[in-house]
């Protein structure tokens, strides 16, 4: 039986504190131990608990070789909602000869924030042809990488207009484990020029706290063509065709097919032809003139090679 | 002349004898520099040979192989724990002309006096000009690569360049070296020495190694002379660094031999005829680096590295007892490599990580700095003709140079997307292909900047600006010409370049006959040089080594023995 007056002094410290920030829902990981001034050895129960009182963690102590008054490890779960929070840590604990150890509370805080989220645009058609929808693909990923299906994201102009939407699928793209993705059908601005609009993920209904995120995206708007340029494009020395290569026509570009050949729509006008430079072959570029359909060769010459 | 001092077995033992001795005397290797910079005489040499050279690069087999065929006595002392230098790993494209079989073959012609004419005639240059960046972006448009500064004899090195070309060429066809075929290439004449240079077969660098190990064109020219020398009574010293070179006055009189560290033990080899020094480049050495170009001490890797260090002290120890320096005459210019996600160039397992195969185009990707942002166009220098494989002239190293970096150097990453990578068939395995370190991928550009340690705002800002000027065609910020792809598709791919000196040009005065020359213009007397550690013509490439290596054996088994 102990009595009151011979309780030991003991106080907790932190083998392993909070964070001071932490996201939302996260797993926060905390190790602590008891000290005596008399270095008892001790059992008992460690207790995490809110400003409010609620019990959020218990746990016993443990003794080891490495360690004594200690606890392994523990983790606890944070708040879903952004705020700033203080928990307290407190223990219970008896040496071998049954004598009380009294340790007062200690306070920790820490901030909970929202689950950041960042995105990304691919597969823009260029040129963007006036007047004519157009579809891209979005996706979004969050940081702590929650599943995001089924949340919408919308297609906005500088002016805030809101051109498409799309709603996030069920399964992450390709290569990346946390990117949930979208095809957006999106209206066509009505003029040529270069644009600068904004895909947005707001207002996420998720369970936990989410930021709201945005990417710019460009996209270059022309007319509709109305002649074809056809390029063949060849290894200068060997006469072969060269396959998958680029051929640029700005704002219009294409492919070349196993044939070497690519076939690309453009609207009347001057321009320069460029294969840009690719696998051993230096660049081409030359200047056309396209006033009807036009057949054009494009001799790709090799580039020097290292010399040692 | 021939000698009849070969080495024996005895002076082997001897050899070990004498050696034990001089690690029973005062620790002469902890001696203080000061105290080494007087000339002594040793009492008693612990080796002697012919010809002591040192190194076994291109230049050093070459020397050994012809020195020995001529009856020398040779021995060659390398730092490393493998013959070879750099040489073993370079491609293996020999410079080296003048009419030989498979140039006949391909129908190419070129004799010795073409040859020289290339070296010497700057008219026969193209006039074409070229523009290059300052490190502000300012373009200027200047005439083509040396094409004055590269045109001269330089001693005499010229001359006997093109006059033993072809026989040289023939000795290492007759040796095995496992040639392929002539070929041609632009501004080869400028940089390689021949208009139409020779491909090797690749040949395992590393000869007891195993079947998976690096292979390179350089072994296949490597191992011929190495056994020629060998055939022919040469001995090889390895892990044994040359400290010093010995003179009979402290800058007067003959080179006696030289002062070698074998692992914590002083010995002292005896030159009969002569020392001749293949160390090599000096892109290694601090001290070299400020006087050559002061710049380079940014880039502390050197392309060979790990399996050789350049450390210059070749070059060091000949201006120890009296040697002048040749400027070097364009290595500012051109030899830079870069590789993306190695700080190494040609460097395989087991010596390390070689990087992505091909550089990633730079008409696909961006470069950024620590910052997050673009600092010049990528294909800086793409109009340069200096620019040959992998390499990028001086203005794209010196670029980087001023940007944040680390101990590896400037950091620079290549920012690209997934389309590119798929395109290119890049292969950034990490721990196989790049380095942990310098690669990382990440499904949005937040993230990816978040784990290269870049500001995420900052290269979101930068890769979106870039994207928009992509769709408007033009390069507005930097005046890349080729806009070919937005960085748009995930996961996006940052890997770092890692970037070396490939090569440099000066080093110490030698004339025509690779004797190393003093401040006055005179040869030092059994002190002979060639390879990078030599200055001269501005060769890169196998080339100049090789050739100059062979005429400095030659050379110096026709010499006096004292």
Redesign the interface.
């Known amino acids: 039986m102990t009595a009151k007056g011979q309780a030991h002094e003991a106080h907790i410290s932190w083998i392993k504190p909070a964070p001071s920030e932490v996201d939302a829902g996260s797993d926060i990981t905390l190790m602590l131990q008891i000290e005596c001034a008399l270095k008892c050895t001790l059992e008992g129960q460690i207790k995490i608990e809110d400003a409010a009182g609620v019990v959020i963690k218990e746990l016993a102590l443990v003794s080891s070789e490495e360690q004594t008054n200690g606890t392994d490890e523990f983790v606890v779960k944070a708040p879903i909602w952004p705020g700033k929070y203080s928990w307290s840590a407190s223990a219970t604990c008896k040496n071998e000869e049954g004598i009380l150890h009294v340790a007062s509370p200690v306070s920790f805080s820490f901030t909970v924030k929202p689950h950041a989220t960042s995105l990304a645009v691919w597969d823009i058609p260029s040129p963007v042809v006036i007047g004519s929808p157009f579809k891209i693909k979005v996706g979004v990923q969050c940081s702590a990488g929650c599943k995001l299906a089924g949340q919408c994201v919308a297609v906005v102009t500088q002016e805030g207009l809101q051109m498409g939407t799309a709603t996030l699928g069920e399964g992450p793209w390709a290569d990346t484990n946390t990117l949930y993705w979208a095809e957006a059908d999106v209206a066509a601005p009505g003029s040529e020029g270069v644009f600068e609009w904004t895909v947005k993920f707001a207002q996420p209904n998720l369970e936990m706290a989410h930021a709201e995120g945005s990417y710019p995206f460009a996209f270059t708007a022309a007319k509709p063509p109305d002649h074809v340029v056809t390029v063949q494009v060849v290894d200068k020395e060997e006469k072969t065709p060269v396959p998958n290569a680029l051929v640029m026509l700005y704002p219009y570009r294409g492919t070349t097919d196993e044939r070497g050949v690519a076939k690309i729509g453009v609207s009347r006008g001057e321009y320069e032809l460029r294969v840009p430079k690719m696998d051993k072959w230096k660049s081409y570029w030359t200047n056309i003139k396209v006033e009807q359909d036009l057949d054009v060769k494009a001799e790709l010459s090799l580039a020097p090679i290292d010399p040692s | 002349m021939s000698s009849d001092n070969k080495i024996t077995r005895r002076d082997f033992i001897k050899g070990a004898a004498a050696g034990a001795a001089a690690a029973a005397l005062p620790n002469l290797a902890t001696t203080p520099v000061a105290a080494q910079s007087t000339s002594t005489v040793p009492a008693k040499w612990d080796y002697e040979a012919d010809v002591i050279v040192v190194g076994s690069g291109g230049a050093g087999v070459a020397c050994a192989a012809a020195a020995a065929e001529k009856k020398a006595s040779v021995i060659v002392v390398e730092a490393n724990d493998k013959i070879g230098g750099k040489t073993i790993l370079?491609?293996g494209?020999l410079?080296i002309g003048g009419g030989t079989r498979m140039q006949i073959a391909k129908g190419y012609v070129e004799n010795a006096e073409i040859i020289y004419q290339d070296r010497t005639d700057w008219t026969l240059r193209t006039d074409k000009t070229m523009t290059v960046e300052d490190v502000e972006g300012g373009k200027h448009t200047i005439g083509q690569w040396r094409r004055i500064a590269g045109a001269e004899d330089a001693e005499g090195l010229s001359r006997v360049f093109a006059d033993r070309s072809l026989d040289t060429w023939n000795w290492l066809d007759k040796m095995g070296c496992p040639f392929i075929q002539a070929n041609v290439?632009?501004?080869?004449n400028v940089?390689?020495g021949s208009r139409y240079y020779t491909t090797t077969t690749p040949k395992p660098v590393n000869r007891e190694g195993k079947p998976t190990d690096m292979m390179a064109g350089?072994a296949g020219l490597v191992w011929p002379m190495y056994d020629v020398a060998v055939k022919n009574g040469a001995k090889f010293f390895l892990k044994h660094k040359m400290t010093k070179i010995i003179r009979e006055g402290e800058r007067s009189g003959r080179v006696l031999g030289i002062q070698v560290d074998a692992g914590g033990k002083t010995l002292y080899f005896k030159a009969k005829k002569g020392v001749f020094l293949g160390t090599g480049s000096w892109k290694g050495n601090k001290n070299l680096k400020v006087l050559f170009l002061p710049w380079l001490i940014k880039y502390p890797h050197v392309s060979g590295e790990p399996y050789v260090n350049n450390d210059g002290s070749g070059i060091q120890a000949g201006l120890d007892i009296g040697a002048s320096l040749t400027t070097d005459r364009g290595s500012d210019w051109h030899g830079w490599h870069r590789h993306a996600g190695s700080h190494w160039h040609?460097i395989k397992e087991p010596y390390g990580l070689p990087g992505t195969a091909n550089e990633p185009?730079?008409?696909a990707c961006i470069y950024v700095n620590a910052n997050g942002k673009r600092f010049m166009s990528e294909?800086i220098g793409?109009d340069n003709?200096a620019?040959?494989?992998?390499?990028k002239p001086f203005y794209f190293a010196q670029i980087c140079a001023l940007q944040p970096g680390n101990e590896h150097g400037p950091i620079v990453w290549i920012i690209l997307?997934?389309d590119a990578r798929a395109?290119q068939k890049l292969d950034f395995t990490v721990g196989k292909v790049v380095y942990q370190e310098m690669y990382a991928n990440a499904?949005?550009?937040?993230?990816l900047a978040t784990k290269i340690n870049v500001p995420?705002a900052t290269l979101?800002e930068t890769v979106?600006r870039y994207?928009?000027l992509?769709?408007?065609?033009k390069d507005l910020d930097w005046g890349k010409?080729?806009l070919?792809?937005?960085i748009?598709?995930?996961?996006?791919h940052a890997v770092m370049w890692g970037i070396q000196k490939?090569?440099t040009l000066g080093g110490l005065t030698i004339n025509a006959k690779t004797q190393v020359m003093d401040w006055y213009s005179k040869p030092i007397p059994g002190l002979y040089a060639a390879g990078e550690c030599a200055g001269g013509m501005d060769l890169?490439?196998?080339a100049r080594p090789i050739l100059f290596g062979r005429v400095a054996g030659e050379t110096i088994a026709d010499e006096k023995a004292i």
């Open positions: 370079a491609g494209n410079g290439s632009e501004f080869a940089y390689r350089g040609s185009l730079d008409n294909e793409e003709p620019w040959v494989g992998g390499s997307d997934d395109k499904p949005t550009i937040a993230e995420a979101t979106t994207n928009t992509v769709a408007g065609g010409k080729e070919a792809a937005k748009e598709k995930p996961p996006f490939h090569n890169i490439g196998l």
